[in-house]
């Protein structure tokens, strides 16, 4: 094969019409082309090809995302749904169980955001799959051949060894759904939004280069000169011979001619991978001091009561009645109205329940005590409704991005000016609070997203803040209680802040490792990253009442061109569908977490613990084969056709 220099087009545009160009090769392109003596498993989702075949005698599970391509019939979308994540979850299982190596080719828009997969358990399959790949006792080897899109992908790319195809994209979300967050102004005075895509994949930073600087791949491999749809078999020979010569540093021959790994080398490689992805973002400091921090509760200006006495006569005629139906006595009262606005940009999942008590709304951290539904409560509040009084002190207050390695690339321009302008307005100086507290006597280690701090989203010190938290918390032996409401992965970061996702779940694999316990609290808005990766690993999870929880916000779905159901995308019903093992008003919070902290305490978890995953693991996919699945559709067609009526 000639050797090609590497020059990336400096252009993401160029880039990015090569990577979405309807000829471009295909993950399925690649393993017909590599593998030899392939046998494919009957996968759940189309858009995932799973796998066995042999490369220099060497036998592999293989699994690949999978886009339409132009001359090819498939039935894929390029978005893997739920039931296909959890089947990558078998299939590491059983790679790992006979001690294959497992190589990934990875082509995708992202996870399928539609609420099928919502209900499905989408964020918590995508959560898991990243935890599985961070930690698995067998060789792992992916390629990034096309779009690596958001925590689609990410889920089946955190490996030994990685690469990606020059023009390859690896991004924090979709350009056409950056486009819509960040430029919906311009979108809304008409401008057509292919023309926002250049400025949105410049903030999106997704290149090959900037991935390899972070860590995330080891190499850039060459594409032909026009890209890589122009010469398959160019393309296909560049991943075959760095394949080959990386499983070939792992294996060896037993007598028979089988080839075996090597004895020590997983050991030493997941090992490696554990240092690897905790360096996804490097700091110059180490750990900080911890400050106490004096807290205090206040009433938000903006909040009015209604006192029944001083409103008019007909006002009070039907304030009256609906009092006389709820039983309520007050004269103070306070409106819970509905709320589900996409114009305005406003998603709240409960409300509706008409006047309350306003004692009981404030006493229930303002939130309505029927629904749930309330105000968003900052990092101050969330300690006091957790915290014994006078006990929080802070880890970390003063890290910021200006200490991060390489921290020019990021703390710049536009981002630069936002961060500044974050500080002195925020509890911190970034999207997430640490410290330590007292919870009815016991010490806790406790980390809150901070929604004030640019929605509570998560960049690079936001990642490192959560790993020298559990760290902490190793050291200590203090239960992790983690309190969420996070827009998920910063898009000012790019793909720094998505390869948080898989820093944060290794982190947590060291936590459960030393049999400490994490407690994790969804306190909405969660959703993104944030949902998909860390928030789902609790051991136990607990949900406050009438939270929004999405895997992608409801802006992102909307856009992508699925409808959002408020009745889906909220607390309730993860925990209908026991996702979640408890649900609660936020004033019952600090008495389930004193609970879970005291058995902690009086009974112990093991030193080492056997499961790493969470105590309930559940998977979402049909148990048998897609034609099955057909048969039963035209059946039910057939019993509801006209020919077929009483």
């Avoid at 009433?299 to 006192?307: S, V």
């Avoid at 114009?343 to 006047?355: E, H, I, P, Q």
């Avoid at 009086?602 to 613990?609: A, G, V």
Wanted: aromatic share 10%; hydrophobic share 35%.
């Amino acid at each position: 094969m000639k050797k090609v220099a590497f020059k990336p087009a400096k252009d993401y545009k160029l880039r990015y019409d090569l990577v979405r160009h309807p000829e471009r090769i295909r993950s399925s392109d690649v393993i017909e082309g590599i593998f030899e003596y392939l046998s494919f498993y009957e996968s759940p989702d189309p858009s995932l090809i799973a796998a066995k075949g042999t490369l220099d005698g060497v036998e592999c599970i293989i699994l690949g995302q999978e886009k339409k391509r132009k001359g090819k019939e498939s039935k894929a979308t390029g978005m893997l749904l739920a039931r296909g994540f959890a089947f990558v979850l078998d299939m590491l299982d059983e790679a790992e169980q006979k001690k294959l190596p497992v190589v990934s080719f990875i082509d995708t828009f992202g996870g399928d955001s539609s609420m099928k997969s919502e209900m499905d358990g989408q964020s918590f399959m995508i959560s898991d799959c990243i935890s599985r790949y961070c930690e698995i006792a067998t060789p792992t080897v992916s390629f990034v051949i096309g779009e690596g899109g958001s925590g689609g992908a990410l889920a089946l790319q955190v490996a030994d060894k990685s690469f990606m195809l020059e023009n390859a994209l690896y991004s924090v979300i979709a350009p056409e759904s950056c486009s819509r967050i960040i430029f919906h102004k311009r979108l809304a005075a008409g401008e057509d939004i292919e023309s926002t895509l250049g400025d949105a994949l410049a903030v999106l930073r997704p290149g090959a280069e900037h991935i390899k600087e972070i860590g995330m791949i080891d190499e850039i491999l060459p594409e032909p000169p026009e890209g890589a749809h122009t010469d398959y078999k160019f393309t296909i020979a560049a991943i075959k011979k760095k394949l080959s010569e990386t499983l070939d540093d792992w294996m060896q021959s037993q007598k028979g001619g089988k080839k075996v790994v090597k004895k020590g080398v997983v050991r030493k490689l997941r090992k490696e991978r554990r240092e690897k992805v905790l360096n996804y973002g490097r700091f110059y400091d180490t750990m900080g001091i911890l400050a106490k921090r004096k807290t205090r509760r206040k009433t938000p200006d903006h909040l009015k009561a209604i006192d029944i006495e001083r409103e008019d006569f007909h006002n009070w005629l039907q304030i009256k009645a609906h009092m006389e139906r709820e039983g309520i006595t007050d004269t103070e009262l306070y409106n819970c109205e509905k709320e589900w606005d996409p114009d305005n940009n406003l998603f709240r999942v409960a409300g509706g329940c008409g006047f309350v008590s306003f004692h009981d709304y404030v006493d229930n951290f303002y939130a309505c005590p029927k629904c749930g539904k309330g105000e968003y409560l900052s990092v101050e509040e969330q300690i006091e409704k957790i915290c014994d009084e006078n006990t929080f002190k802070e880890l970390e207050g003063d890290l910021t991005i200006k200490k991060l390695v390489n921290t020019n690339y990021y703390n710049t321009g536009k981002y630069k000016e936002l961060l500044e302008k974050m500080e002195g307005k925020t509890f911190s100086k970034e999207g997430l609070v640490t410290g330590t507290a007292k919870v009815n006597g016991r010490n806790v280690v406790l980390v809150i997203s901070d929604l004030k701090f640019i929605g509570g989203s998560f960049g690079a010190v936001f990642g490192e803040k959560f790993r020298r938290a559990i760290d902490y918390a190793v050291k200590k032996n203090y239960p992790f209680i983690s309190v969420n409401s996070s827009g998920g992965a910063r898009m000012n970061e790019g793909p720094m802040a998505l390869a948080q996702m898989a820093k944060m779940n290794m982190a947590i694999h060291d936590l459960k490792k030393e049999g400490v316990l994490y407690l994790s609290v969804i306190s909405g808005p969660t959703t993104g990253g944030a949902y998909a990766s860390y928030v789902t690993q609790g051991d136990i999870m607990i949900g406050e009442k009438g939270a929004l929880v999405e895997f992608a916000g409801p802006r992102v779905v909307m856009g992508a061109g699925f409808d959002v159901d408020r009745e889906v995308v909220c607390t309730d019903k993860l925990y209908e569908t026991e996702k979640i093992q408890h649900l609660v008003q936020r004033r019952e919070l600090k008495d389930i977490l004193s609970y879970y902290v005291d058995i902690y305490y009086d009974l112990k978890f093991p030193e080492k613990r056997k499961l790493h995953g969470r105590i309930r693991d559940f998977r979402f996919y049909p148990q048998y084969s897609m034609k099955e699945e057909e048969k039963a559709d035209e059946k039910d067609d057939k019993t509801q056709s006209p020919s077929n009526a009483d």
